[in-house]
């Protein structure tokens, strides 16, 4: 069965500096992977996604995220974390197999950034 | 202007009734969801739809009930039969169950 993991619940990192937030996922076959973004009391937004091709994929908001086939990893980062980057992210994957495979979310990873 | 609806913003559920929460889609997407987020807990799949008249049980699904006369709407009801209500509501839609997902803004359901 497909999963994903965020091993961190909360990341906090200084303003200026780059920001990782870590996702590893579980699947058979070749993943679809995303990323996305929550700010308080609002509904999730689409920050990008991996389906095939270059393993280095961008996305909104200077967000990119690095697919790693052998580590089983596809983390978010960025160069260089602003204060309103504050938020909850999530990670979803899902695998190639069927036609009714869901989208699996994360937990959530909060992400302060510190001024 | 297309996007996803959610009513209402916040909705008040006294003990033993049935309320329910609006999803509204203009993006002509087939498949709708409804997700459930507890603090701690990330979300969690109540329904999903793949087309109209057609939906299935997510992983939460007792205490729910769903509908799906059309495509763009999918109405979610909390029965009283659901005893521990309170939570974030989000509706999502998209292409289809493999396609990129995008997300309602949210109905808080409290309990009085």
Not at chain 2, 26 to 48: E, F, S, T, V
Request: charged content about 20%.
């Amino acid at each position: 069965a497909q999963s994903v993991a965020q091993p961190e619940d909360q990341v906090n990192v200084a303003e200026g500096n780059p920001l990782t937030v870590k996702c590893t996922y579980s699947v058979s076959g070749n993943p679809y992977l995303f990323w996305y973004v929550q700010y308080p009391n609002r509904g999730l937004q689409f920050l990008l996604k991996y389906i095939t091709g270059d393993n280095l994929v961008k996305g909104s908001y200077g967000f990119e995220a690095e697919f790693n086939k052998s580590q089983t990893s596809f983390h978010l980062k960025k160069p260089s974390a602003l204060v309103s980057d504050s938020a909850l992210y999530f990670c979803a994957v899902r695998g190639p197999s069927g036609r009714d495979d869901k989208i699996i979310f994360g937990k959530g990873t909060r992400l302060h950034i510190l001024p | 202007d297309g996007g996803i609806t959610q009513s209402p913003k916040y909705l008040f559920r006294k003990e033993g009734q049935n309320v329910t929460l609006s999803c509204e889609q203009n993006l002509n997407h087939d498949a709708m969801y409804w997700y459930r987020q507890d603090p701690g807990q990330g979300l969690r799949l109540i329904y999903y739809s793949q087309i109209v008249n057609d939906f299935q049980k997510g992983d939460i699904a007792e205490g729910y009930s769903v509908s799906r006369e059309k495509k763009e709407s999918f109405p979610l009801t909390v029965t009283s039969a659901q005893k521990n209500p309170t939570a974030f509501y989000l509706c999502a839609s998209g292409r289809g169950l493999q396609e990129t997902q995008y997300f309602g803004p949210g109905t808080r359901l409290l309990v009085l």
